[in-house]
Every structure is written in C-alpha cells, then in structure tokens.
C-alpha cells in the first residue's frame, strides 16, 4: 500500500522536523518541500534531494518559479551550447520550454538582444544574434527562489532555522560573467564544503553542484549554487540582521539584491 507508506513516512518527518524552516520559524509544516526541484534535471531524474519542512504558504505557488529557474539554467548548459548534449537533455529542456509557454510565462525578458552581428562559423561568416543577460528580470524572478535554496540547505545542514529578519543578498552569474570574473571563482574555491546529490549509480554532480561555508557560532552563511555548469548564484546570510550592516554596502555595490523572510510574507525583498 503505497499510499498509506508515502503518508506514514510524512507524519514521520513532520514529527521530527515540525516548523516550516522557509518563513522565521513560527508556522508549522505542513509538507516536505524538495531542493532542487525535479524539473532542474535531465527526465526529471533527481537522486534523492534536500527535504526540508514547509508550511501551506511556502510549498504553494512556486511551480512558476521553479520552471523558469530550470528554464535559465538549462538555456546556458554548456553541453547545450556546444551542440554535446545528449538526446534526453534536449528532451528535458524542451519539456521545459513547453512547460513554461503553456503557463503563458515569458523567458523573452531574461534576455537583451543587441540585434545581429556576424560571426566567423568554420571559416564562413555568418549572422548570428548577439544576446546578453537581462540582470534585473533575472533577479526579479529568481532571486526569491534562490533564496529558498539557501534556507533549505542551511536548514539541511545545520538543523536550524533561520529567523525572521535574516538578511541574504543574492547576485546570480551567467555562464559568460563566471567565466570572465576571475574574483567569483576565486571566492568559490573560498567556501570548503562541497555537496551535490547521488544515489546508488546516479550521481548529479554535472547538474548541481554547492560550494558553501555555514558558521552556525557567528550565525553567517556563504554559498555558491550551481547548475548544469551553467548559470549559478552566491548567496550571503547574516541570521543577525546588525551584522549585515557591515557588509551591506559592498554587497550592494557588487550587484547583490537584498531579501529577508517572515511569517507573514515569507520571502521578500529589503528596499535600498
Ligand atoms: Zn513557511
């Protein structure tokens, strides 16, 4: 009987894992919210993943956001770009994109066409669109579900909660910023904990990947996620909001955004 295991085995984490680690700490959970999502991997095919507590609100409403974070990711996998992916990660980006369009979501912001240039293709010239990145859609959209990365792994790491008034600032890269910022790949190889997902022979490490350095006595937490060697973020936390003054104006120098959580709003973003 299936069923009657998969609801025995819910009460069981619901038992040992009571509040909703995504909103302050003060609503219960009611459901087991995975990070990553399925839909970031090639057939859905995530090995056993982050399973962290969440309540109704948190859990709820973030398919959308789900999708176009595999959408992003997915469009710059660099076995995509080269032409080396196998059939079943076309498969899967295509599913993605169709996903995405049935749900009437645009992936047109993302990106900023600087119109056609020609490019020399085998020795032939040809035209090719020239496409940038759209920083501020791209935060727009997927820094509130980058910042759920970060509290369910943290939560998965250290069995605590974050509380409310937190402060995390996130910044994604592109594939292209990373490969031509030395400093963010230097700050990577900062962070000492490595972690990925496998399970039996499957092993995500191609498709996900987290670099991170979580210091539960200063209450600060420092992350690099990445996936498919593609897109990633860097993500800072301070559990003690004072202590995120010092570092504020820097961060936002850098192009990080600002975001905190709370019962009430769950995952919102700070104004300057
Ligand atoms: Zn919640």
Redesign the pocket.
Known sequence: MPNRNRATRLEQFLKQNPI?C??GGT?PATSREHAPPRVMFVDKQRPKGIEVP??D??NLGTANADQLAAFFCFSQALSLLEGKAKKREFRSFKKVLTAVANNNQSTQKFFTDFGTMFANVNGVFRPMRKVGINKKAVGDELNPWAVKQVLALWYNKTKIIVPENSVIFVRWFSLIEQKTNSRAETLRKSFPSFSTLSQGKLNADRQFSVRFKCETEFGTGQFHFSYHRSASFFALMFLKPEAADIARNGMLQTNFRQYSISSEQ?IYEIQR
Do not use: E, N, P, S
């Open positions: 909703c995504l909103c609503r969440a309540c609100r948190c769950g």
